[in-house]
């Protein structure tokens, strides 16, 4: 073992380390792994920095945002909703539905995306069906990390190791490489959940009601704030025409939040037959957002939620009338624009233990808190001072646009509801360009070299074909037709995973450097080699598996892919099969509610425990163990 050889291995044992105990975020290990590699000297600056050029992360980068305009324009909650409505109510077709509509979603978009979208759905269903939802959600979340493996940009993954090979000029696995052993798992998957996982499933009485994922927003608007709600007219004298309403003070001074503006149209001119002029007071308002630069003007339409002294001593102060239209004014709360909807705290969100004020949480999301709604609330709850904690609702107020923003936060939030249904935001409007593109973009993927060869008839032309410049152009084309704004697609693109494979990519070019990779295959085939490959695909498989379930898949790939890859060289046979193995063990994160976001994302709804993973997860890994051992080799031989 050489220096740079014990350097690498301490930097990559210290990564796995903070990976497994989270002490640093999973961004800033990957990060400080590449600054380490860099300052030893290991790795020279363009080679550390590398993987931000890299295809794979360029691939990633641009995927998240046609999985955004995806999302954005409703189009995965239409084709969720529609797959759904076969489901029925019988537990069994229940299952296999779920499992199947959203592994079929899944090897095309983000799994993450998936569940967050078919969630609500699903809770609702087990509602209708008189079932628990935990009796739904952990196979919703298991057919999504099936479904990853059933396509190349299933998965992250699934391009690196596709991209490795290519790098090392031998052949990359195609679009539909995956398909044939992804469906068997998909098929042994569903088998398993309904012969073995249903009767290993709990049966929890969940604390989240129907209502709270299947409420509109007018009824949740009169669930909480009703008895809050006060509506008052803006006279000209009063001391906030001419202000914001940040400098309204409203809050501050009195506790009380603005939650909509309704503002007469101006007065109308008409000429009267004799060329009388005559001035017309228009009966219409405008519904308005109150935003923090939102000026307030005389004769405007407040309404606003607070304790009755503190609106009633504000009335008198400022110059307020009091007004009972309130059926009106409701449409300044909900409408085509804004809205109100219901978020659950997940149990690893960075605002458990933090304030909305210290997290800022209005001006970061551009939302309004209604209310915090928990099991112990207390009844003089501040609701900017109050620590949240996991499962904590929170009724937020904005623009449709902000509150389906939440939903690219899976880590944090779980936005309960149908709120692509209740949302006619702009974009909807674009949902068959956004089928088109994605369509159009798996068609290139699927064909690629070989169409735009047959279209040319310049067999030149096919080298400029690859998943990279793919995927980039679906997603100009997504933004380019307005499927999607760039500033949404800045918030689709998912930076942490974008700086964890690319700070770890250098790792993997490391290991590969300084003969580490070559080391440990040696170790690998000396220990497993006597029992021939199979032997060894089944230790990759595990070995892959194991990491999976503490530490990212993609981190795991990145570390294990190269040393498969030089095992594949000393062991003298075709490097695919043991790739794709390390590829789909990847995936296999069945056994932890930490090993996926997808596991996390049903955790709190299904009311699991950790136990519930390692209990149905384990034996389900197994079965996966079976299927790749004895179908890989079949379809990507040995030799």
């Known amino acids: 073992m050489t220096l740079d050889m014990w350097l690498t291995l301490a930097i990559l044992l210290v990564a796995v380390v903070l ?21 030893s ?12 050029s890299n295809s794979t992360v360029i691939t990633l980068l641009a995927l998240f945002i046609v999985g955004g ?27 296999v539905v779920i499992m199947v509509a959203v592994a079929l979603l899944s090897g095309f978009m983000s799994d993450t995306g998936t569940v967050a979208v078919l969630l609500p759905a699903v809770v609702g269903l087990a509602a209708v069906a008189k079932i628990s939802p935990s009796k739904l959600l952990i196979p919703l979340s298991y057919g999504a990390l099936l479904g990853g493996a059933m396509t190349l940009i299933g998965t992250p993954p699934n391009i690196y190791v596709s991209d490795l090979l290519a790098e090392n000029s031998m052949e990359p696995f195609e679009f539909f490489s995956y398909t044939p052993v992804g469906i068997l798992l998909l098929i042994a998957g569903v088998l398993f959940m309904l012969f073995v996982g249903r009767h290993l499933l709990p049966d929890y009485e969940t604390d989240t009601e129907e209502a709270e994922f299947g409420d509109k927003p007018v009824e949740l608007l009169d669930i909480y704030l009703s008895k809050d709600m006060a509506n008052r007219r803006v006279l000209d004298e009063s001391s906030l025409v001419g202000k914001t309403v940040t400098e309204s003070r409203l809050h501050r001074d009195y506790n009380i939040t603005l939650v909509g503006i309704l503002r007469p149209e101006p007065e109308r001119e008409l000429v009267a037959v004799g060329g009388q002029r005559l001035v017309m007071q228009s009966r219409e308002r405008k519904a308005m957002f109150p935003e923090p630069d939102t000026v307030i003007e005389a004769g405007d339409m407040l309404l606003m939620q607070g304790d009755y002294d503190r609106v009633s001593a504000a009335t008198t102060a400022l110059g307020l009338q009091k007004d009972d239209e309130s059926d009106e004014i409701k449409h300044s709360v909900v409408n085509e624009q ?24 209005g001006s970061r999301f551009r939302l309004t808190v209604l209310d915090i709604d928990r099991v112990d609330k207390a009844p003089d709850m501040d609701i900017a001072t109050t620590k949240l904690r996991s499962g904590d609702t929170l009724v937020v107020q904005g623009y449709w646009d902000d509150i389906l923003k939440l939903r690219q936060k899976p880590h944090d939030f779980i936005v309960t509801g149908n709120v692509e249904a209740a949302a ?17 973009m798996l068609i290139a993927l699927i064909f690629g070299e070989d169409l735009l060869v047959r279209i040319t008839g310049n ?48 790792m993997s070019t490391a290991l590969q450097k300084v003969g580490l990779a070559e080391s440990i295959a040696n170790g690998f085939t000396t220990f497993l080699g006597d029992y021939g490959p199979y032997a060894i695909l089944a230790g990759l498989f595990l070995l892959t598996a194991v990491f999976t379930q503490v530490i990212s898949n993609t981190a795991t790939t990145v570390i294990l892919a190269p040393i498969a890859l030089s095992i594949a060289a000393q062991f003298g046979v075709r490097p695919q099969a043991f790739l794709m193995a390390v590829a789909i063990a990847a995936s296999m994160a069945f056994a932890s509610p930490v090993a996926s976001p997808v596991n996390t994302l049903v955790m ?21 163990l079976v299927i790749t051992l004895i179908f890989v080799p079949l379809v990507f031989p040995f030799n």
């Not at 989270?22 to 380490?36: I, K, P, Q, T």
């Not at 290991?42 to 931000?52: D, H, M, P, S, V």
């Not at 006619?424 to 159009?440: E, G, I, N, Q, S």
Request: proline share 2%; with cysteine.
């Open 69 to 95: 305009a995806v999302l954005q324009t409703g189009l995965a909650g239409m084709i969720g909703t529609r797959i759904l409505k076969v489901a029925g109510t019988d537990e069994t077709r229940l299952m």
């Open 604 to 624: 709190s709804a299904g009311n699991y425990k950790f136990s519930d993973y390692v209990k149905i997860g384990t034996p389900l890994l197994l079965v996966m």
């Open 338 to 361: 804004v809205g109100i909807a219901e978020v659950i705290v997940r149990p690893r969100s960075k605002l458990v233990g933090r304030t909305l004020a210290d997290y800022r949480f």
């Open 459 to 506: 067999e030149s032309l096919g080298s400029i074909i690859n998943t990279a410049s793919i995927s980039m152009t679906a997603a100009l084309a997504m933004i380019l037709s307005g499927c999607i704004t760039m500033d949404e697609a800045y918030d689709a693109v998912d930076w942490k995973s974008i700086i964890l494979i690319a700070g770890m990519i250098p």
């Open 19 to 39: 990976f497994i105990t989270e002490w640093l975020r999973v961004d800033v290990v990957a990060f400080s792994v590449l600054v380490a590699l860099m300052l």
């Open 41 to 52: 000297g290991i790795l020279t600056t363009g080679e550390a920095l590398a993987g931000f």
């Open 424 to 440: 006619h935001v702009a974009h909807h409007k674009y949902a068959p360009v956004a089928a088109v593109v994605m369509v159009a």
